[in-house]
């Protein structure tokens, strides 16, 4: 069948179950554009390209099939390079295509072009530049096929215009079905060797006081059920990072919750006091260990990971195996046998210490007093008791981010989409428009700060237009909370450009002009009925103002530069034995 580029395009997207793009048209993309309008692909017009990147990221979080975002060449490339990088840090799988100039053009300074394959190759997992129309439907199925298997993350595929445009001779073709991948030398080693994970299971059973430390690759790989049963057959108590909350439930009794720079004091204490960590899908990242020559000093190591670029990268690993999370731990689980726990080691003694820390130092706040501004704290709580059990809660990043984190209970996987690595301020708006776009019949929260809103909201007016019915919780505290905390605790309260400021804009104005339905809460009795109201309206976007304290600070906190074991508590804890 004859064809062109454009038409081959969209037929290759579909024949990979491409059901929705995220994107904004423009001259050297818009020959595919036309195409479109024929597909039964959804196409969700973006109001900026940076919104359509988190939209894809938020779907392939909540969903966990690759979003899929499309723009046009020169400032959309540079304006989507944020969601790659955002998606490259945190392993998240998404495809974006990208027009380019005339492939004769490229090299010459014309409109609207720029080096995008070069300005992305370190922030994509794999990218290309199409030079021939033939090649469209191969370097798409290989595009999907890299970006989820292995390691997921982002692929970039540029295409030049003259290729996808019917009315230009190098944009014809024959049409024809990529067989399979070809891809020499790419073949991710999924299956972990039986050997090492015999050695990982010798190592389970002696320990004294383990911890299983659960990154964001079990979620990649589908594998909470899994861990669910590790965990269970062992008993052993488990850490679950900021990009793997509800990888095992918050209620679950060997969940500690949240480790690293602002966790509870139990999981980061557990870590720092094991002797044995068993790393599942997790990187070592910096806010987790503190200071390294610090972190966990009497711990061996077991590190499971499909990166094998990871293994022994922050921390020497005794037992290093590369796979597939899920696999991994379904092969630990069978290694370690059924009467895994009853092997004469006496880890009674170390519950009861984790069973103490968790009594001395719960997450804990002062309520605000009658006339005083809410307390952040009060707001989540409040906002989580008040929502479905699988609500799916994105967030911006910076105090709001980690209030969420700590006073949420994650009971689910996948309910949890928030910028890790990369902690991209204005994700939470975009990534909730994607993750509701993905999970139409789930209540979904996006919860933002003020500083965060005011980058991306206009992408509120996507939501309207399309009949995309999500809710923001904007914690307004009038300022960029996180670095006002830094800057009161560690530059002696030398607050420098940091004020946003509470009345400007005003943003139950700014709600109602972008089509959504808009509520301010200032007074705590004020708080459970905002959410309740919001809660019941689906035909439409709904923002939340929650006038905050802008006092009010982050515990525990551990300080740049300190270990673990100089984790500050809340101020009412202090004088507990630790």
């Not at 939209?55 to 966990?64: I, K, L, Q, R």
């Not at 500690?256 to 044995?276: I, K, R, S, W």
């Not at 009674?348 to 809410?374: D, H, N, V």
């Not at 509701?436 to 789930?442: A, C, I, N, T, Y």
Request: proline share 8%.
């Amino acid at each position: 069948m004859t064809t062109n580029g454009g038409e081959a395009l969209i037929k290759s997207l579909e024949n990979e179950g491409v059901e929705v793009i995220f994107g904004l048209p423009g001259g050297a993309i818009l020959p595919v554009y036309d195409p479109i309008l024929d597909s039964s692909i959804r196409h969700i017009l973006v109001r900026h390209e940076q919104g359509a990147g988190h939209m894809a990221e938020g779907y392939a979080h909540a969903t966990g099939k690759p979003g899929v975002a499309m723009v046009t060449s020169g400032p959309a490339a540079t304006n989507i390079v944020t969601p790659l990088c955002d998606a490259y840090m945190d392993s998240v799988p998404m495809v974006c295509i990208t027009g380019q100039v005339p492939y004769a053009a490229i090299g010459t300074d014309a409109f609207q072009e720029c080096d995008t394959t070069g300005i992305t190759m370190s922030v994509t997992k794999h990218n290309f530049l199409v030079t021939e129309a033939a090649d469209i439907p191969q370097i798409i199925h290989d595009a999907f096929h890299i970006a989820t298997t292995g390691r997921p993350g982002p692929v970039l595929v540029d295409i030049p215009k003259d290729i996808v445009d019917p009315g230009n001779p190098r944009s014809a073709m024959e049409w024809y079905e990529p067989s399979g991948p070809q891809l020499p030398g790419y073949n991710p080693v999924t299956v972990p060797d039986p050997a090492l994970v015999a050695e990982a299971a010798t190592l389970i059973r002696a320990a004294e006081r383990p911890v299983v430390y659960a990154g964001g690759g079990i979620l990649k790989a589908r594998g909470a059920e899994a861990l669910r049963r590790l965990v269970e057959l062992t008993d052993i108590p488990t850490v679950t990072t900021l990009m793997a909350r509800g990888a095992l439930p918050d209620d679950h009794p060997l969940c500690l919750g949240m480790p690293g720079m602002h966790g509870n004091y139990t999981a980061v204490t557990a870590m720092q006091e094991a002797d044995l960590l068993i790393a599942l899908g997790a990187r070592f990242d910096d806010r987790v260990t503190g200071r390294l020559d610090g972190f966990a000093p009497d711990a061996k190591i077991i590190h499971v990971d499909i990166d094998p670029a990871e293994l022994n990268k922050v921390r020497p690993a005794n037992v290093g195996i590369r796979g597939d999370c899920r696999l991994t731990i379904e092969a630990l689980v069978e290694a370690l046998g059924v009467d895994v726990v009853d092997q004469g080691i006496d880890r009674a003694p170390w519950k009861q210490r984790i069973s103490g820390w968790q009594e001395r130092f719960p997450l804990t706040y002062e309520q605000s007093a009658p006339g005083e501004a809410l307390k952040p704290q009060f707001v989540l709580e409040k906002l989580r008791d008040g929502s479905p059990r699988d609500t799916i809660v994105a967030s911006g990043v910076g105090q709001h981010q980690m209030w969420t984190s700590q006073f949420w209970n994650f009971e689910q996987p996948y309910t949890w989409i928030n910028s890790g690595g990369l902690g991209t301020m204005g994700f939470s708006i975009p990534a909730a428009i994607g993750a509701k776009v993905g999970m139409p019949d789930r209540t979904v929260w996006a919860v933002d700060g003020d500083g965060c809103f005011q980058m991306t909201a206009q992408e509120l007016v996507t939501a309207t237009v399309e009949r995309i019915p999500i809710k923001v919780a904007l914690i307004n505290n009038g300022y960029l909370g996180m670095v006002r905390q830094w800057q009161e605790m560690f530059y002696d309260e030398r607050f420098s450009e940091v004020e946003l400021g509470r009345t400007v804009p005003d943003y139950v104005k700014w709600a109602e002009a972008m089509g959504c339905e808009a509520i301010r809460a200032e007074a705590p009795e004020e708080v459970e009925p905002a959410v309740a109201k919001a809660n019941e309206i689906n035909d439409r976007p709904v923002v939340v103002e929650f006038r905050c304290d802008e006092r009010e600070m982050v515990f525990p906190m551990v300080p740049a530069g300190k270990t673990n074991s100089e984790l500050l508590v809340d101020p009412s804890q202090e004088d507990q034995p630790r």
